[in-house]
């Protein structure tokens, strides 16, 4: 669900995107969303759906994902699928999406195959994380013509994650990831078309450092959900509800049933669950197309393949 105040967010942010689109004379822009990775990390989750369609509160991250392009005027644009590709596709589907299946994974290489199907401009979203798109604030950078692209960043001081360098002046500086620099790439950037005729390596940053190309960055500070691990996925499920100011206590999927002598706490349950008699579950992820009975869990994956520990 979206929740209380998303329908106002998402009319702002159209507006906002429209506006850009006509001051600065910008074609509209196509979208190309990273979604063909393993997910290994994301294990066993990842093992029955891919982490692009990982439902927050009931909605796959795709769909939440594309929504927002699309009340921002960007509803036209390309996916990349490769494990368990099917999913991907039966979620965006009503989309204007054109499909990019993927034998052997290019990263970024893949952008590429957009090259021949629009003009001005490119917005790449990885596909495994929730945030607020802020594509006006990202056009906003494109005006001077020494710009390459533009890279969103946000604040991180975890270590988990590549750091980033970016000069006073705003532009990315090219010298590679810079561990503990308290930036990281959130995840979204804008490449103009020159920029993606030389990608040639599978991590564009790689390309930026080589070729020398100018991106400038804008700063984000608003959520960022990473759904990496199954703890992280868990975690972000709440948090995904608290931005919706939900107060529901669990996360479902379409077609939960749960018997009123059962109880369940803190839980995300995938489609397709049956919660029969004598059941307790407490900070589990149930992942869809069984039936639980006479059985108490607590912290811990429930899955056809078993149950494995969650944290």
Known sequence: MLGKGLYHLFLSLAFSAQRTFRQHGIS??????????????????????????????????????????????????????????????????????????????????VLRQALPFFTDWLLAVNGDTFLEIPLTGLLEKTTSTDVDGVLLV????????????????????????????GLIYAGVALFRKKAVEKIDEANFFKTIQKKHLRFQTVFYDGIWLDVGTPELYFRANWKYKAYCSDPQPNAFSENVEISPASRVEKSVLWENTSIGPGVHLSECIVTGNLRLENTSHSGQIISQQGVFPLF
């Open 154 to 181: 946000r604040p991180d001081h975890s270590g988990h994650y590549a750091g980033l360098r970016v000069a006073a002046d705003g532009f990315l500086e090219s010298d590679g990831p810079q561990p503990g620099s």
């Open 28 to 109: 509209k822009v196509k979208f190309f969303i990273l979604a063909g990775g393993y997910g290994h990390r994301a294990e066993p989750l990842s093992l029955i759906k891919t982490k692009p369609v990982f439902p927050l509160n009931g909605m796959p991250l795709l769909t939440l994902l594309l929504q927002q392009l699309r009340v921002q005027d960007c509803s036209e644009g390309f996916i990349n699928t490769h494990h368990l590709g099917e999913q991907v596709v039966a979620a965006a589907a009503g989309s204007s999406v054109h499909f990019i299946r993927e034998k052997e994974l290019s990263g970024s290489r």
